[in-house]
């Protein structure tokens, strides 16, 4: 459907939380290199904002972040931000750095349990201060997009990502471009939304929580989790290297295609030896589009029995992240391995190849 028309609804009133990124970055004239400014600079340079047709308020963080300095605790003061101004506000925009906006995005879909209300991230590939910019059209959009509602509930009630031409689960989006308008897909889900001449919301792909519940906010993310790549002709040495890190309590272990690794003893045995200490190791895919099944080669049955959990299509930045909030909200392993190969919160679509 397309966005209602503002003139026909109730304005609505959006939380602008400025983290950083290209979209507020300003050129050094010494050096020429991009550094993050401050939100006024932002609005200077989106005069249509007057004309929006929304009320919105900003609050930015104080330095603005590129975002490979973002981490957990910036993760949390994002998550504070949306749940102290909850009943304030219909919806919530958050600017951001694209280079780990999908971290974030995922990150905040598990923090924000119950989440009815639509919390949209964007950024641009070009700061807004800069002719061609996208970064006006993708604040412009997104501004629209939280402010969407039917029969006064929004018509979004989840964290996304919106830039360019799509609305997209912010816990199934990847990065896939550097240098294109764009940046990001969901490979393994369809798009929310396309965004053209109309904003066309595809409301049969959106989450609807069941139930209205208050919005639970989690802040602590445990940071003792990491993504181990297999690489062809990897070696025990780096294998056991790696999962004796000590503190280490997840894994998200990228395979080949359907979840295939080598099948040498000592590969299994080392990753035995790791799950058999409570070390979580999840298995997801190299590949962009596709689901581990590891029912169908012999190297997957091993895994299987070395505690090794399926990951089906989600992806590397979701498992991660998800891993890091289960850890942090306390959970044992054997709880954090059931909830692991289960959908939280529409980030993956559980794939049966054979009954297992
Ligand atoms: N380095 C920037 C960032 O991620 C890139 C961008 O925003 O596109 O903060």
Redesign the pocket.
Known sequence: MAAPDKTTEEKASILIIYT????GMVEDPKTGSLEPFNFEHLVDHVPELKDVGHLYSSIQFDPP????QVGPEDWAKMAKAVADNYDKYDGFVILH?????AYTASALSFMLENLNKPVIVT???LPIGRFRTDGKENLITSIEIAAAKKNNIAVVPEVCICFQEYLLRGNRCKKENADYFQAFETFNYPPLAHIGVEIEIDEDVVYKPETVKPLIPHYAMDPNVIVLKILPGISPAILKGMLSIPGLKGVVMETFGVGNAPSFDWFIEILKEATSKGIVIVNVTQCMIGSVAMDIYDTGEAMLDAGIICGYDITTESAATKMMYLFGAGFSSDKVKEYMQCSLIGEMTIHKTTEN
Request: glycine share 24%; no cysteine.
């Open positions: 950083g990124g290209t979209i972040l590129d975002s490979s750095g694209t280079d780990t906006m950024g641009s590939q």
